[in-house]
């Protein structure tokens, strides 16, 4: 099993609509949990960060489920400017000193 | 306040040539990393800094070397570029190790392409 798992997409979805990935992780013990976007050909940068209590930041809205080990990314409203790729971000563990990156998901929204 | 730079944007190298990517940040932060990043594979740990004077090995080294020269800057050395170094290279900062301080921060990214 993969450290992080992401659905690649790509998800294609029109302009207004409401939007949700879902990240699993394998360590239990992991305690650092991270959402990022990444534009074609530009670097990553951090969307926001997930608390256990769960966040918000306007249209986006981070949740994790310790028991199921997930973290989940709702996107509400969507504007074409959210066309990215979101990447989860996990820490491996208490005292771990790296991160690790899921693969993407790839979302596309449409007019 | 520029964030993390890296040197050079672009590359192209024949197999067997060497280079050094240069990384510097400028926000104070203690710990360091450098990624390749792959179609499909997502971004992979190179290596990392902790803190200024260490450094240690992540998920794919083989092939590379780093120097954490100062607090500043990390670089990271081919020393006999095969093709299957051809990627994308990002720089990443952080203020620490654990919970918020683990936000990681992004350089522009290199853009190698090996012969």
């Known amino acids: 099993r993969k450290e992080v798992e992401q659905d690649p997409g790509p998800f294609n979805v029109p302009e207004g609509a409401t939007v949700a990935f879902n990240c699993t992780y394998s360590n239990s013990a992991s305690q650092s949990f991270f959402w990022y976007r990444q534009d074609c050909r530009k670097e990553p940068k951090l969307l926001m960060s997930?608390?256990?209590s769960g966040n918000e930041d306007g249209r986006f809205t981070a949740q994790l489920n310790r028991a199921s080990q997930y973290i989940s990314l709702l996107i509400r409203d969507s504007k074409l400017s959210d066309s990215a790729t979101y990447l989860c971000v996990v820490n491996l563990g208490e005292g771990a000193q790296k991160l690790v990156f899921g693969q993407g998901t790839r979302l596309t929204i449409n007019p | 306040n520029a964030g993390v730079t890296q040197t050079p944007k672009f590359q192209v190298l024949k197999t067997g040539q060497s280079m050094t990517l240069q990384c510097a940040q400028d926000?104070?932060?203690?710990?360091m990393y450098w990624y390749r990043q792959d179609p499909g594979m997502g971004l992979r740990l190179i290596y990392y800094?902790?803190?200024?004077?260490?450094?240690d090995k992540g998920e794919v080294p083989n092939g590379y070397n780093v120097s954490r020269l100062n607090k500043r800057e990390f670089s990271l050395r081919l020393e006999s570029a095969a093709p299957s170094q051809t990627s994308v290279y990002f720089c990443?900062?952080?203020?620490?190790?654990?919970?918020?301080?683990?936000?990681?921060?992004f350089g522009p990214g290199t853009r190698l392409l090996v012969l």
């Open positions: 997930v608390y256990s």
């Open positions: 926000m104070n932060h203690n710990s």
């Open positions: 800094s902790a803190s200024e004077g260490t450094t």
């Open positions: 990443a900062s952080s203020e620490g190790l654990a919970g918020p301080r683990y936000t990681q921060y």
